[in-house]
C-alpha cells in the first residue's frame, strides 16, 4: 500500500510542499493529495495589488499541479482526527470532479462530505485576519487576506468618488503597503494609515525616513500612536475618542490562525498555531507537520519566526527534507531558520528593502527606491514562477521508501 501524503492548503507553503514532495519522491510508493477550498493559487503578497485595480492571472491549482502525481481534492477542512489519521472535509458547493487521475493529472475527489486518510499529514491552512473584537469591524471593515475580500474592496474602491476617504488600520507590512498601492493608484482620494505606534519604528533611522518621505509624496496622512477601538460604515472611532472619516476602513491589524489544530487535540501555543521541533513536526503526534502561519516554529536565533511568506518558505522546505528523509531513512537534515529581512512595496515605483540582525532588529543598511522596487517585483514573481512549476528540475530518478524494517530503525533514532 502506498504511503497517503495529504497537504492542507494550497498557499505558498502548502503548494511548495507538495511540489516538493512530487519532485523527489517515487509515485509508485507514495500518494501525495492536496486540499484546497478553492481551485486558485492566490497570490496573497500581491493582494493589496489586486484591490488597487491591478489585474493578477490566475493559476488554476489542477493546471499547476498536472502531471505532477499530486492529487487535488476541492474542499473545506472541518476538522482532524489525528489518533485515526484521517482529516474531515466538505464541499459546500456540490459535486463536480477536477478531472485527472493519480497517474497524471491533477484531480479527483470534488463533492460531498468526507474524509480523507493519511500516514502523514502537512497542515499549512495559513491565516485569516483577526478583528480583535473590535466592534464593527468584522461588519464594515475590508481587509486583503483572501481573493474574494481584495475583490469586494476593489469593487468599493472603484465606486468611490474622488474625495472620499480611505482609512488603513495597522502599520505592519500589509499596513503600509496597502495604503501606499492606494495612495498611488487612486491620488484623488483622501487616503490616511492608524498606526498604534511610530510609523516604521521597526526600520533603521534612514528607512524610516524613507518611508515618511514616500508618505509624503503620496500624500498619506498619518495617525501615530492611535488605536482603532470601533468601526463605522463612514468612521472609525479612535481610542481617544477621536473621530476619523471613513467611507472605506480597510483592516491589516494582525492575522489569526483557524482553529482547527486546536480543536483536533494538537499541541498548540497562545497563537493556535501548531507546536513543532526543529524539522516542523508536531511534538504532540509526530504524523503530523506543519508549515506556514500555521506552524510555531523557533527559528535560529531563539524566537518564533513571524507570520509571513519567508517563513512559509523556511518551514516548508524544512518539513519537506524531514518528511523525505523519514520515509527513505536518511538523516534528517536540518535547512536554515534564519530571518534576513523584508521587503516593503511603496506603490509600484518605489520600495524598502530593509535586512535585520540575529535578534530581528534592523541594521543600518537599507536600500530603496526603485532598485529596490524591482528587487520586491523579482520576488514576487520568483515565487509565482516557483508555484506554477511544481516540477522543474525534476530528477529523473525519485527516491524509493525504505523497507518497513529500515523505517522503524530511524523512527526510533529520531
Excluded at 531563539?302 to 536518511?330: D, E, H, K, V, Y
Excluded at 530518478?397 to 523497507?403: E, M, N, S, V
Aim: hydrophobic content about 45%; aromatic content about 6%.
Amino acid at each position: 500500500m502506498k504511503h497517503r501524503i495529504v497537504v492542507l492548503g494550497a498557499g505558498y507553503a502548502g503548494a511548495f510542499a507538495a511540489g516538493n514532495l512530487a519532485r523527489r519522491l517515487s509515485p509508485a510508493d507514495t500518494e501525495i493529495t492536496v486540499v484546497n477550498a478553492v481551485p486558485d493559487f492566490v497570490e496573497r503578497m500581491r493582494l493589496h495589488q489586486l484591490a488597487s485595480g491591478q489585474d493578477l492571472a490566475l493559476r488554476k491549482l489542477a493546471d499547476v499541479f498536472a502531471g505532477t502525481a499530486v492529487r487535488l481534492r476541492l474542499a473545506r477542512v472541518t476538522g482532524i482526527d489525528p489518533e485515526r489519521k484521517t482529516v474531515a472535509v466538505t464541499d459546500e458547493d456540490g459535486g463536480g470532479d477536477a478531472g485527472g487521475d493519480a497517474g497524471g493529472d491533477a484531480g479527483g475527489d470534488v463533492g460531498g462530505d468526507g474524509e480523507l486518510a493519511y500516514d502523514t499529514l502537512i497542515y499549512a491552512l495559513g491565516s485569516s485576519v483577526a478583528h480583535r473584537g473590535v466592534p464593527g469591524a468584522a461588519e464594515y471593515a475590508f481587509d486583503v487576506t483572501s481573493r474574494p475580500s481584495a475583490l469586494r474592496l476593489r469593487e468599493r474602491l472603484a465606486r468611490l468618488g474622488a474625495g472620499g476617504t480611505v482609512l488603513v488600520v495597522g502599520e505592519g507590512l500589509t499596513g503600509i503597503e496597502s495604503v501606499t498601492e492606494f495612495a498611488e493608484s487612486r491620488p484623488d482620494l483622501s487616503v490616511a494609515l492608524a498606526a498604534r505606534g511610530e510609523l516604521g519604528a521597526w526600520l533603521s533611522p534612514k528607512a524610516r525616513d524613507h518611508l515618511r518621505r514616500a508618505f509624503d509624496r503620496l500624500g498619506i496622512t498619518v495617525h501615530e500612536h492611535t488605536g482603532i477601538e470601533a468601526v463605522e460604515p463612514v468612521r472609525a472611532i479612535a481610542d481617544d475618542g477621536t473621530s476619523i472619516p471613513a467611507d472605506v476602513t480597510v483592516w491589516s491589524a494582525g492575522f489569526i490562525v483557524q482553529p482547527i489544530a486546536a480543536a483536533s487535540g494538537l499541541e498548540v501555543a497562545g497563537t493556535g498555531q501548531i507546536v513543532v521541533d526543529r524539522t516542523m513536526r508536531s511534538v504532540s503526534h509526530p504524523d503530523v507537520y506543519a508549515a506556514g502561519d500555521s506552524a510555531y516554529a523557533i527559528g535560529d536565533n531563539g524566537l518564533p519566526l513571524p507570520m509571513s511568506c519567508a517563513s512559509a518558505g523556511f518551514t516548508n522546505m524544512q518539513a519537506t527534507a524531514a518528511i523525505i528523509a523519514r520515509l527513505t531513512g536518511s538523516k534528517v537534515p536540518t535547512t536554515g531558520l534564519k530571518y534576513q529581512g523584508n521587503h516593503i512595496s511603496l506603490g509600484r515605483r518605489d520600495a524598502i528593502i530593509q535586512m535585520v540582525d540575529r535578534d530581528v532588529r534592523a541594521k543600518s543598511w537599507f536600500l530603496g527606491g526603485r532598485t529596490a522596487a524591482r528587487i520586491k517585483s523579482g520576488v514576487l514573481m520568483g515565487a509565482g514562477w516557483g508555484i506554477a512549476h511544481p516540477t522543474f528540475g525534476m530528477p529523473k530518478r525519485k527516491r524509493r521508501l525504505a523497507t518497513v524494517s529500515d523505517l522503524a530503525e530511524v523512527r526510533g533514532a529520531a
